[in-house]
Every structure is written in structure tokens, then in C-alpha cells.
């Protein structure tokens, strides 16, 4: 079982940004697909961003953004932190959710913007930005 622990959430104004960090303590593998989603009061979960690293493949990590974030967001990952971040740029009121990342329990399986193939879940980051 993996723990997934996310944080960085905050109240910010439109243009501003936010880093989410989604840590994972006492992973032991450096290979990993996390993702991004986020849910807003009366809406559907939806992806955001996500990024796979297989360490020995000698390149580096695979990211995808969703359409509505992409310029704007970016993910990246820190194996000696355990940790993915969530760098959000230029944040409009839209952005407005809870953010949750997320983690396929095999490392080496593709990465995907559907939900239910993802198997560890965090507990969520309110990020709220005002106009």
C-alpha cells in the first residue's frame, strides 16, 4: 500500500501561482505514473496533468496535460524527495477545486488520464483562486 500525501493548497488571486507537492513517504521504487485531478463543488473528477519515469530507461520523465492547463501547469518529479509537483501558473477562478494526485501501483504501466486506472489516492488539496 502507498501513501500519498498532497499539499501546498491555498486561497490565491487570479494570475497568481501555486506549487502542489504530492509526496509519498517510504516509496522504494524511483520508477512511478502519477497524475493530477481535480474536483470543483458539483462537478466530475477530471485530469490535469501526468507524468511516468522508468528509471532505467536512460530518458527522461513522460508528461501530458490536460487541454485547459497546458502552458499553465507543470509536473515534474523529484526521486530523492519522493515527491511530484504541481507548479500552477496564471491561475484563473476556473482552477477553483480540490486537488487530489494519484498512483498506478505497477511503475512500468502507461501513463493514463482515467481515474480508475489509477490505485492510491491522496486526501485532497483545496486550491481556490479569487478574481
Known amino acids: 500500500q502507498v501513501q500519498l500525501v498532497e499539499s501546498g493548497g491555498g486561497l490565491v488571486q487570479a494570475g497568481g501561482s501555486l506549487r502542489l507537492s504530492c509526496t509519498a513517504p517510504g516509496r522504494t521504487s524511483s520508477s512511478y505514473v502519477v497524475g493530477w485531478f481535480r474536483q470543483a463543488p458539483g462537478k466530475e473528477r477530471e485530469f490535469v496533468a501526468a507524468?511516468?519515469?522508468?528509471?532505467?530507461?536512460?530518458?527522461?520523465?513522460?508528461?501530458y496535460y490536460a487541454d485547459s492547463v497546458k502552458g499553465r501547469f507543470t509536473i515534474s518529479g523529484d526521486n530523492a524527495q519522493n515527491t511530484v509537483f504541481l507548479q500552477m501558473n496564471s491561475l484563473k477562478p476556473e482552477d477553483t477545486a480540490v486537488y487530489y494526485c494519484a498512483a498506478r501501483q505497477d511503475p512500468y504501466q502507461d501513463l493514463t488520464t482515467n481515474s480508475s486506472e489509477y490505485d492510491y489516492w491522496g486526501q485532497g488539496t483545496q486550491v481556490t483562486v479569487s478574481s
Open positions: 507524468i511516468s519515469y522508468i528509471t532505467y530507461r536512460w530518458i527522461g520523465p513522460t508528461t
